[in-house]
């Protein structure tokens, strides 16, 4: 017998991805469709099994040769129920099963958990977590999310809320954040955080810099302008940068010395910036981590980008007791 596959999807506002991967995490196909969110999302799922559907027919395989779907999805995820709600970017405020409609749609097992939690899956284990147990993952988009695995599992929380990251409080005098409390990460390390920040000491900012003159112009800025400038040795974006890495590594340093991991991954849109965000990290990590734990944590750029989605969510499938391989 031909050893089983996983599918793997990563549903998000615009686009549906789709892969079809290998127990050990090797992707084998991708496809993806664009996110139908119209009639309230409610034509979301359909095309998602339609898609599904499609595929098998196309490569000639049947719903036998899968040990499971899993799936990264936004929103509130229930992963015991298989639902999700409030998910605003698909048009989804009132409870969707998801479990229920994609397991008799397709016939084949189906699991679920939220994207960033499924992101920091696959960064764990086939990206720069290097398959370690332990590992926490941030990521720096438009918001900040985060995943947190110990001894190899996804930790969920009583409410399965852990790994709102976003929501450390950095700074309690801080910005007003979107969730009513003032100074989270998120406030001052997300892509909009970044220029935030910028905007604001702008103001206090008096000498020299393309950075400062582009904000006083009114020209568009978003967090690479910033991140460029300061790599090209503008003083005033590097102060800006600073003041991002060392609240990023206030709360890895908590982060760490709460769990113990021996990599946190920064990932996200921001995540771009590449080295030069990490490096800025580790200066900084140094003050706020215990010294013996300093010592063992790896602060690393995630490596899978777009992909780290699909196959996070295809290890969900492998996570669960009840399947067997
Ligand atoms: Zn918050």
Known sequence: M???KLIGIDLGGTTVKFAILTTDGK???KWSIVTDNSD??????PSIIESITHHLELYGMKKEDFLGIGMGSPGSVSHAEGTVIGAYNLNWRTTQNLKEAIESGTGIPFFIDNDANVAALGEQWMGAGNNEPNVVFVTLGTGVGGGIILNNE?????SGAAGEIGHIVVDPHGYDCTCGN???LETVASATGVVRLAR???ESYAGDSSLNESID???TVDAKTVFDAAKNGDTFANRVVDEVCNYLALACGNIANTLNPST??????VSRAGEFLAEKIRESFKTYAFPPIYQHTKIKIAELGNDAGVIGASSLVLNQSTVEI
Not at 40 to 45: L, S, T, Y
Not at 264 to 269: D, K
């Open 2 to 4: 031909l050893e089983k």
């Open 27 to 29: 992707v084998q196909t």
């Open 40 to 45: 309230n999302g409610q034509k979301i799922v």
């Open 154 to 158: 996804l930790t969920r929380g009583a």
């Open 182 to 184: 003032k100074g989270c």
């Open 200 to 202: 604001s000491m702008a």
């Open 217 to 219: 112009n009114g020209d």
């Open 264 to 269: 946190i991954v920064i990932g996200g849109g």
